[in-house]
Every structure is written in structure tokens, then in C-alpha cells.
């Protein structure tokens, strides 16, 4: 970068400090110049783009203030990306994060080779996982549940703007009204005991959507529960489910997937070391 980038650069650094380590804010930095001006990091490096008009600068400068507010910066700009589909995100929905992917990763290759199958993604919030699914398996059937309407409303958007046809539907797993029988279950439930949110992030407990975050301390795997009774009632025999876990609840949730007749659990490492996704498999004999 040239000395006008360097200088503006090193002005975020210091005020974001406190918030966002050093290269923390360099990748902030980099992907607001992107996702707002069209600058690459190519251009940067190249140094073929000088320096930003007044009007840019100032848009820029209200981006920063935004992040001293700790807001995060999907929410300041609209939208991330999930495996390479571009969802809009906003405080009705959780900001999809990386090791989410690794969970779709590993649905898509356990049936890479199977056509013909239907899914329902549970609590799907932005709908990241029914349409990263959607766009790797185009002939899959996939239902999409949330107890929200703000929240399917923005999943709905998301698909149509991807051009992924997915069967969005209301519901609630404490008094679940759909009921189908599927081959594959996925979800990503609250499971975040509500006596952890002294340790979490203020750019989390602000702006993330607090019912699609956090479980009763006194019932931390409260919907894991209902999402096996609904697994048993509705996934066919050999179905599997697929979900992101609490790393500090992997063996009572294997204990519990096991008393309620599932087998062959499997659990997976984020890339932490930490225990983050289960697959469990159904068997009625």
C-alpha cells in the first residue's frame, strides 16, 4: 500500500485497539475498501490506486465509527460469505461462521453421490447451510425451518438472490406442526448457556439475535432433545443428523443421542482442536 492507505491504516489501528488486534483491523481494512470502493488487494499492493475522494473518505470514516460501536462489520456492510454464496445478514440472524462450513462440507461429501434425497435444516436462520447445500446438490429437496419470521424473511431473500430454490417454513421445535420423513437432518441450534454471556463479545450479545444463541443454564440441551424426538418420528431408517455443538457438551451429547436410539456417532474438531459438530445415524432395530 502506498502512504495515503498506510497512514489511514495505521489511524484504524489505533483507534480499534481495544476491540481488534492489529491484523484484525488490517483485514477489516482491506475487505472495506473492497466491498465498498471496488478496490482490490491487488490494486492495493500494485499501488495503482492513489487515494479516496472526500466523499469516500468520509464513507469510510463512518464505517470506522460503526466498528468503534463494536457493530460488526457484516451487519455495517450487509452481507458475508458462506461457502462462496454471498447472504445478507442483518440482527434478525447469527453471522454464519467458518466452522459452519466444515459442517456442510461434511454432509455434502457423506452423500456426493446421492441424486435423489430430502433434507430439513432445522433453525436455519440466513438459511447459509440449506442453500450452500442447495448449490452444491441442485436435485436435493430441502425444507428450511425457523420459529422467526424476521429470520426466514432474510432466508428468503438470501435464496432469491442466489437463485436457489428452497421450501421455507414457520415452525417451532417446542411444539414442532411439520412433520415428513427425510433422509438427512441438519441444524445448528441455540446451545449457549445464558451464564456464558459475561465472557462473550460485545459485537455478539448486542447485535446477534439472542433467541438463536442461548439455552436455559438449567437445560443446556434443551432443543438437541427435541431435535432427536423430531429426528425419531420423521428420519428414515440409516437417516443421519448432522449438528453443531457446545464443545464442552460432546459426551452428554453422545450419551443422549445414544439412549434415544441413534448410533455410529461421530464427533468433529474445529479448527481449534475444540469438539464442534456430531453426526448421528438412525436405527429402529
Not at 462450513?101 to 455434502?108: A, P
Not at 464442552?248 to 474438531?269: N, P, T, W, Y
Amino acid at each position: 500500500m502506498n502512504v495515503f492507505f498506510n497512514q489511514l491504516l495505521a489511524t484504524w489501528q489505533t483507534e480499534l485497539n481495544e476491540i481488534y488486534s492489529e491484523r484484525e483491523t488490517k483485514n477489516i481494512f482491506i475487505l472495506t475498501l473492497e466491498d465498498c470502493f471496488g478496490i482490490t488487494k491487488t490494486q492495493l499492493i500494485a499501488e495503482s490506486i492513489s487515494e479516496l475522494s472526500p466523499t469516500d473518505l468520509a464513507q469510510l470514516n463512518a464505517v470506522k465509527v460503526r466498528l468503534l460501536q463494536h457493530e460488526p462489520y457484516q451487519h455495517i456492510v450487509g452481507f458475508t460469505y458462506f461457502a462462496g454464496l454471498k447472504i445478507q445478514v442483518n440482527q434478525h440472524v447469527l453471522i454464519p461462521r467458518p466452522e459452519t462450513e466444515e459442517l456442510v462440507d461434511w454432509i455434502s461429501t457423506d452423500f456426493k453421490n446421492i441424486e435423489d434425497l430430502h433434507l430439513v435444516d432445522w433453525c436455519t436462520g440466513s438459511g447459509c447451510i440449506a442453500l450452500a447445500l442447495k448449490a452444491a446438490h441442485p436435485s436435493w429437496s430441502i425444507t428450511a425451518i425457523d420459529v422467526s419470521t424476521d429470520a426466514l424473511q432474510v432466508a428468503q431473500k438470501n435464496g432469491e438472490r442466489n437463485k436457489l430454490s428452497i421450501s421455507w417454513l414457520q415452525d417451532d421445535l417446542l411444539q414442532p406442526a411439520f412433520q415428513q420423513k427425510c433422509s438427512v437432518i441438519v441444524s445448528n441450534p441455540p446451545y449457549i448457556p445464558t451464564v456464558e454471556q459475561a465472557e462473550m463479545d460485545k459485537h455478539v450479545l448486542a447485535f446477534e439475535p439472542h433467541l438463536a444463541l442461548f439455552v436455559p443454564n438449567e437445560d443446556p440441551l434443551l432443543f438437541y432433545r427435541l431435535l432427536a424426538q423430531w429426528a425419531k418420528k420423521n428420519l428414515i431408517e440409516n437417516g443421519c443428523v448432522y449438528l453443531e455443538i457446545h464443545h464442552e457438551f460432546s459426551v452428554e451429547m453422545k450419551s443422549l443421542l445414544e439412549e434415544m436410539g441413534f448410533a455410529d456417532i461421530e464427533v468433529r474438531h474445529d479448527l481449534q482442536g475444540k469438539s464442534r459438530m456430531m453426526k448421528a445415524v438412525n436405527k429402529t432395530v
